[in-house]
């Protein structure tokens, strides 16, 4: 191991240099909103960080979650995951550029990692329009969800 486990403190000043970078106050719910994003890497709705949040002992409106949720958004601290379902889902924007993965049975997202790396990683050529992003989503049944579609079909052979 050459990565050595910061100390919460540690964690908590580098949590609060992110912010003051990005032009906002560290706040308590703030610091602990971006904690989330930093401790997992995941892809969570305004209404789950809510209940995050809550978890950890802030207790917020959800008006006030939504409201931090986008001026993260508009900082560049978080960037929105374009899922194609309508519902918002965000992710830390510290990491690289990355497609995703959605099961059509149980929703999870997972990662699946750009082999280019930078954006856009397609790019088409379109007459005077710049392409700024290229977006895949990867659509099927997960491991699990496989596992138990396998499951009860051979139930059913049977
Ligand atoms: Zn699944
Ligand atoms: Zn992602």
Redesign the pocket.
């Given at each position: 191991m050459t990565e050595k486990r910061l100390s919460l403190r540690a964690q908590t000043e580098k949590l609060r240099a992110s912010l003051k970078a990005a032009g906002l106050r560290s706040t308590l719910p703030r610091v602990q909103l971006l904690r989330i994003f930093r401790e997992k890497?995941g892809?969570y709705s305004a209404d789950e960080l809510h209940s995050a949040l809550g978890e950890r002992g802030v207790l917020l409106p959800r008006a006030s979650v939504y409201n931090a949720v986008n001026d993260f958004r508009k900082r560049g601290l978080i960037r929105e995951?374009d899922i194609g379902s309508g519902k918002a889902v965000f992710?830390d924007a510290e990491?690289a550029a990355?497609h995703?993965f959605i099961c059509r049975s149980c929703g999870q997202?997972q990662?699946i990692p750009c082999e280019v790396v930078h954006s856009p990683c397609i790019d088409h050529s379109i007459n005077y329009a710049r392409i700024e992003e290229a977006t895949i989503i990867f659509r099927g049944l997960c491991r699990e969800c496989r596992y138990l579609e396998r499951g009860s079909n051979s139930k059913e052979a049977i």
């Open positions: 890497k892809h995951v992710e990491q990355h995703h997202i990662d």
